[in-house]
């Protein structure tokens, strides 16, 4: 593919890329009202789509984790409104992936029917199981939008989730950007390659059908909002809206004082080698930059953060900060712009592995509180007991049929300003954990405890979340293979004002420590300890209320004989 | 009482005709008596007494029944809805609690599902676990997910747990083991030991409340049941006793959250199935009123001072829901609350009320609520000392509302101040005062059907398949033009707005739902046992409605599997064909679960095995006396309803138009009203935009063509006036209504004010033409019960019907 090589060169040649949505121009005029009763009813558009979405899907992911999104753009690909329950990640990455689609296919290779696909990890969401559609809208022979979509697919072959893979090649099914339907046509060619390549091709097949019916339904929608209010092309809107949000975005960035504000990070890495990421936040009028320069680079290891992850999680650090009740759309992300060295960790480039890409991109939000945290102490909390973690698990069942399970367990959140940091919460990701008794009966294990860890939030003013420990004892005759995500064994969760560091998160088989980036194999018996880390403290320990520290002991979140 | 009525009345022979319905909510008790004989009813009305609400209510019922001069004898039944156990769980003032659980899961109810409910706030709060970390034990015991023990329970241990717990203050017992909903043994054994020891003190078991997989929704059902249940046990017994003293003797039945009744002892048992309760009535009277209307598919929008709830009723009953959220922590943030796996009517909370505030948010746009005006101040037009815009008061300004007839002319609400507090808003946004007004109004319908339109499109369904259904005080007031966004053809404005809810309560039948897991996939099912698994849920629905005095001989069954195709992450709940199963049932079963996907997802999948999660049970049986039928008074013409013109906004209209208003009461039946109109009556007042018609049905319903669409109830009616033309020789009974039709208003008015206790003593024993009038005029029967308040005009305004006989 002509197009994706040269896509890849551009890359490559880069010095340092740049990621920042660019201000268009035009100006329209809609009064308080009606721009809210249109926005509303655009917003209806997309999560309507979003429950048709999640109802078709079959990836636990997306159902209960909402491991997806759905956006509308207008013709130049600027994103209007995205659904309510997007995750982080995509809020960030889907607006990109359909600007990708047009400049790789300009408007007049596009007719109606057409639907755009593509996984490229870096053009969509860093990791190949993510899966972008986009439909172009016509109204009048004339392209005003388009609807698309990213979602997680049950499975898109390659090796089983693990931090393992050197290469992307080792990861899966690549689709560059194509048109998966063309005038209304399937390309049957592709949908065969696709079925062939994936270890569920029915469910892998049937997600992506139902991406495609959620683009119908934004399209129909949109259109007859259109029609009710005589709107022959929504680049108005989308300058109003986007226009609104970018200046509220920008008033909030305007209340910080200037300057450059640094710091960094240490991550478990490939065990041998902690990963070093280095910011530096620069704000100067309304305007912030967050440039990567100095951090390791990248590793023939699954943990490489493509730039579009890494803008990703940037922005949703720095909106948690400045504006958190802004809607999501590009106008609030305008004025914010990410920078990073070709060739580094959280800008990796060609044929750089990227399906463990949470190993670093989590530790990206909490990095921006650490960098400012002295500008804004009042907002911040100190470093969470993420990335996830999860136990990815295959083998073949009694009936001989194989089977690979994930599962998902998060640490704690770090203290913040206002309270103690929250038990075992899924964040910056939104992942649930799954049900003990689900799990028994999806796999053959038992799982002995799932408990919190007393004792190991950061102390601080307000301490850090407890994380948790759970243990599987493998029921299996025939052999399990476990891999891991598992972060912050060696490194706990920093506290921040004062506070002290979380507990480092535990990986033991049969109760020996062992290299959590490594697959193992389990037989009966066997058993595999998890404890995921503890959030870090707020503020200095000595502060803390006399009640919060006399709760902490007779509900036993420290252990006995730990003053606080 | 409950468990013992046999449905029939006891006391007083064939005197004893009566339904007393009794709906607690958080500021207002409502009561309505039903006559099913005579088809006449009374309301009453009582501020609840939180500190002891059977106070309230038996008050309540004893002015009711005193006012009107209705022996309690009379009284064949009593149905009861109530929010109190919802309001106990949302102010945290239920019993101290305490859990035993399988040892290493005491945590399970703390770390929750471990998802936040919001994305961008770093210090959200959730809700903290209803048993603190020191009152949740472990004991050694262990179930494998087929059921099979693995480690028996130790004895010992659960016996120094409870006592330590009891020790420490615990007034009711939580205990979940994991996997007790494949094999309840050793929860079973557990509540028999400890209840043995400490019989005073109130136990919960996981599989007695939602035998389910996946233990937290399952732990957090148990732990609110066991938190609220002391509570309910004191409360629903003092009740029972109250009622008997006061001489009423017939059979006492609680509303559960699925519309359906149960007896008091099963309320008592799992309180946690009537959070609901009162909202259930509610989409049971909408579902009633529906049907009276001739649409089996509705939108039921309830809004009222603070907030909008929408239901969805689909031929002809109230959507089920499997689970919901009580106590959220923050509004309209699914997830923020307790999840609680109880069968109930699907309610969604979709919008502003008439006292939600509006005002400009960050971005410059024009925002309404969540923030409300509440009773005090109140919106601005009440002259309590509020100056921000509220929905009451845009509605005011665009003529929508009547200054001297709010409330029924109760209460008097000022104009000049409603626009008054348009004017901040005017200035910030550039807009003028009726801009804004139309702009509050607009934007608080679009807030109201775009959450419909999304609701809808979750239970894959297109919103113009619906008719919209209005009640609640301002619900009449926004529903056309929230109908008109959703591309309605009809809207259906119920009699006696603020009564309907109430009315629900006495035609629910009994019903029981029952659930219980079994995690297979068709090709690799049990069948034996998946039937042996369904008899015994039937079983003991069918116990349970045998005591509920439910007609056994009726009872209808209805089996129901959560399926999905294997590999999915979520069930849909299925409606299976009838047992016994055998593997012959495959092929029906398959066509079952295909037929629900395909409705909702538009394509079934091949070459993936389909597989069961849950088994339901649906078992209901007609309740006696659970019939109510309506009639409306019914006026000479329109003519002769119309009180005047006013000038009213419709946007579609370009803006202000002059507009007939009509008194709902003195409307005629099934006359075609073109638009615009305004409808006024005591609690509401109906909008009806230009381009449409509306009619008054025989039943007191208000029926509107919206714009643009087939006059549907014309064409009805005309085909039903022919019937009725045809049988009237036969039936005597259908004569009356041709004739309260063709009787002028005006003449019967004055001969009502001639009646001398008419007002105090309304319509019930005046009237010996009762009984040859088999069905209740709601306008009428709506005087009793505030004759003690100021509904004075109203009683005068509803005689000439009564004359008209």
Aim: glycine fraction near 10%; proline fraction near 7%; hydrophobic fraction near 40%.
């Amino acid at each position: 593919m002509p197009r994706a090589a040269k896509t890849r060169a551009a890359k490559t040649r880069a010095a340092k890329t740049r990621v920042t949505a660019k201000a268009p121009r035009k100006q329209a005029g809609f009064d308080a009202v009606t721009l809210e009763v249109i926005w509303r009813r655009l917003i209806a558009c997309v999560d309507e789509a979003a429950a048709a979405l999640v109802r078709t899907s079959f990836s636990t992911l997306v159902r209960e984790s909402h491991d997806f999104s759905c956006i509308l753009t207008d013709a130049r690909g600027l994103s209007l409104v995205q659904a309510t329950k997007s995750i982080p990640s995509f809020i960030g990455t889907l607006p990109a992936t359909v600007k990708h689609f047009l400049a790789a296919i300009p408007p007049e290779q596009l007719a109606p029917g057409d639907v755009l696909v593509t996984n490229d990890l870096h053009l969509g969401t860093g990791h190949l199981p993510d899966i972008t559609v986009a439909k172009p809208i016509f109204l009048d022979g004339r392209l005003i939008g388009f609807s698309a979509s990213t979602a997680h697919a049950p499975d898109i072959g390659g090796k089983i989730r693990s931090p393992e893979p050197r290469e992307v090649f080792e990861e899966g099914f690549q689709i560059p950007i194509m048109k998966l339907i063309e005038r209304g046509k399937v390309n049957e060619t592709l949908v065969n390659l696709l079925r062939k390549n994936v270890r569920t091709p029915d469910l892998t097949l049937g997600d992506l059908w139902a991406q495609i019916t959620a683009l119908d339904l934004m399209e129909v929608r949109c259109l007859s909002l259109m029609a009710d209010y005589g709107l022959s092309e929504l680049e108005g809107l989308t300058d109003e809206i986007m226009g609104r949000c970018e200046r509220a975005m920008r008033a909030a960035i305007r209340a910080l004082p200037d300057g450059t504000y640094r710091a960094e990070l240490q991550t478990d890495g490939l065990m041998d080698k902690p990963i070093t990421v280095r910011l530096a936040v620069t704000i100067r009028g309304e305007d912030v930059v967050c440039d990567f320069t100095g951090t390791d680079a990248q590793v023939d290891r699954a943990i490489n953060c493509a730039m579009c992850y890494t803008y990703a999680m940037a922005v949703y650090g720095i909106k948690c900060l400045t504006s958190p009740n802004l809607p999501n759309n590009e106008g609030s992300f305008r004025p914010i712009r990410v920078e990073a060295p070709a060739g580094c960790i959280v800008n990796p480039v060609f044929p750089a592995s990227g399906g463990s890409r949470m190993l670093i991109g989590h530790y990206l939000p909490p990095l921006i509180f650490a960098a400012l945290g002295d500008v804004v102490p009042d907002r911040v909390m100190a470093f969470p007991g993420s990335p996830m973690w999860g136990m990815n698990q295959s083998g073949v069942t009694k009936e001989g049929k194989p089977y690979a399970n994930m599962f998902f367990y998060n640490g704690g959140m770090g203290g913040s300003p206002r309270r103690d940091g929250h038990a075992t919460l899924s964040w910056p990701s939104n992942v649930s954990s799954t049900a003990v008794e689900l799990s028994e009966v999806i796999a053959p294990v038992r799982i002995r405890y799932k408990r919190l860890r007393p004792g190991s939030g950061g102390r601080g003013a307000h301490r850090g979340g407890l994380g948790q420990e759970v243990m599987f004892e493998s029921r299996s005759e025939s052999p399990i293979a476990v891999s891991f995500l598992a972060e912050r064994t060696l490194i706990a969760p920093p506290g921040i004002a004062g506070g002290a560091p979380g507990a480092r998160g535990e990986l033991r088989l049969n109760g020996e420590p062992v290299d959590p980036k490594r697959q193992y194999v389990l037989k009966q018996g066997d058993t595999v300890h998890l404890g995921t880390p503890g959030g870090g403290g707020w503020g200095d320990a000595g502060r803390r209320d006399p009640a919060l520290a006399a709760r902490d002991r007779t509900e036993g979140y420290v252990p006995e004989g730990v003053t606080d | 009482m409950g468990g013992t009525g046999t449905g029939k009345a006891r006391a007083g022979g064939d005197a004893a005709t009566l339904s007393l319905g009794i709906d607690i909510g958080g500021t207002f008790t409502d009561l309505v008596l039903y006559d099913n004989a005579g088809g006449r009813h009374w309301i009453g009305k009582v501020l609840t007494t939180p500190d002891d609400p059977a106070r309230g209510v038996i008050e309540g019922v004893r002015g009711l029944l005193a006012g009107n001069g209705i022996p309690a004898a009379r009284v064949a039944r009593v149905v009861h809805a109530t929010t109190l156990f919802t309001n106990a769980l949302i102010e945290r003032k239920g019993a101290v609690t305490g859990l035993i659980t399988t040892e290493g899961f005491r945590d399970v109810l703390e770390m929750g599902r471990e998802r936040k409910y919001e994305l961008y706030d770093i210090c959200l709060d959730t809700p903290t676990p209803i048993v603190p970390r020191r009152l949740r034990r472990e004991v050694a015991e262990r179930l494998g997910p087929d059921g099979m023990v693995e480690i028996a329970l130790d004895e010992a241990a659960l016996l120094a747990e409870a006592d330590a717990l009891v020790a420490a203050g615990c007034a009711s017992l939580a205990i979940l083991f994991l996997h007790a909903y494949a094999n309840p043994a050793h929860e079973a054994r557990a509540r028999a030991l400890v209840a043995a020891r400490h019989p005073s003190l109130s136990i919960t078991c996981s599989h007695e409340v939602a035998p389910e997989i996946r233990e937290y929704e399952r732990l957090s059902t148990t732990v609110a049941n066991a938190y609220v249940k002391p509570l309910a046990a004191l409360y629903l017994d003092r009740l029972a006793g109250e009622l008997r003293a006061l001489g009423i003797g017939g059979p006492f039945f609680m509303m559960l959250s699925n519309g359906g009744l149960t007896h008091v002892e099963e309320a008592k048992r799992t309180p946690v199935q009537l959070l609901e309760s009162g909202p259930a009535a509610g989409a049971l009277a909408a579902a009633f009123f529906g049907r009276a209307g001739g649409e089996e598919a509705l939108l039921a929008l309830d809004m009222g001072g603070t907030t909008a709830k929408a239901a969805l009723i689909e031929h002809g009953e109230p959507v089920i829901a499997h689970s919901f959220e009580a106590a959220r922590e923050r509004r309209f943030m699914e997830g923020s609350g307790l999840p609680i796996l109880i069968s109930t009517i699907e309610l969604i909370e979709i919008g502003a009320g008439g006292g939600s505030l509006a005002s400009i948010d960050a971005l410059g746009l024009l925002k309404v609520g969540p923030q409300s005006a509440g009773a005090v101040p109140g919106p601005a037009c009440y002259g309590r000392g509020g100056t921000m815009a509220a929905v009451t008061d845009a509605d005011l300004v665009l003529g929508y509302l009547n200054p001297g007839f709010f409330l029924g002319g109760a209460m008097t609400i000022d104009p000049a101040k409603a626009e008054a507090a348009m004017l901040p808003l005017a200035k910030a946004t550039g807009l003028t005062a009726t801009e804004v007004a139309w702009g509050i109004h607009d934007v608080v319908n679009e807030n109201m059907a775009s959450a419909a339109r999304v609701h809808i499109a979750e239970r894959g369904k297109d919103p113009r398949g619906f008719a919209l259904l209005a009640t609640g005080g301002a619900g009449p007031v926004h529903a056309w033009h929230v109908a008109r966004k959703l591309g309605l053809s009809r809207l259906i404005c119920p009699p006696a707005a603020g009564v309907g809810s109430t009315i629900g309560l006495l035609m629910a039948p009994a019903r029981i739902d029952r659930v219980g897991t079994l995690v297979s996939t068709l090709p690799g099912m049990d069948w034996a046992a998946c039937e042996a698994a369904y008899r015994a849920l039937e079983d003991d629905a069918r116990r349970v409605l045998a005591e509920t005095g439910a007609d056994v001989k009726r009872i209808a069954i209805r089996r129901f599997a959560d399926m999905r195709y294997q590999g999915q992450g979520s069930e849909i709940v299925v409606e299976l064909p009838k047992g016994p199963y055998s593997a012959r049932s495959v092929p029906g079963i398959t066509a079952a679960f295909e037929a629900v996907y395909r409705a909702l997802f538009t394509r079934p999948l091949t070459g993936v095995p389909i597989m069961t999660v849950k088994l339901r049970v649906a078992a209901s049986a007609p309740v006696k006396g659970a019939t109510v039928a309506l009639r409306a008074a019914g006026g000479a013409s329109a003519q002769a309803a119309r009180k005047g013109m006013r000038k009213v906004f419709f946007k579609d209209a370009g803006g202000y138009v002059d507009c007939p208003v009509y008194d709902r009461y003195r409307l005629p039946v099934d006359r075609a009203i073109p638009g615009p109109a305004v409808v006024e009556e005591r609690e509401s007042t109906v909008v009806i935009g230009p381009g449409s018609r509306f009619r008054q049905q025989g039943d007191g319903n208000l029926v509107i063509a919206m714009p643009g669409t087939a006059d549907r109830a014309a064409a009805k009616a005309k085909a039903k006036a022919k019937t009725k033309a045809n049988t009237a020789k036969a039936n005597p009974a259908a004569k009356v209504r041709p004739a309260a039709k063709v009787r002028p208003a005006a003449k019967a008015r004055p001969a009502a004010k001639a009646r001398p206790a008419a007002k105090a003593r309304p319509a019930a024993k005046a009237r010996p033409a009762a009984k040859a009038r088999p069905a209740a005029k709601p306008r009428r029967a709506a005087k009793p019960g505030r004759a003690a308040k100021p509904a004075r005009a109203a009683s005068a305004r509803s005689k000439p019907a009564r004359r008209a006989r």
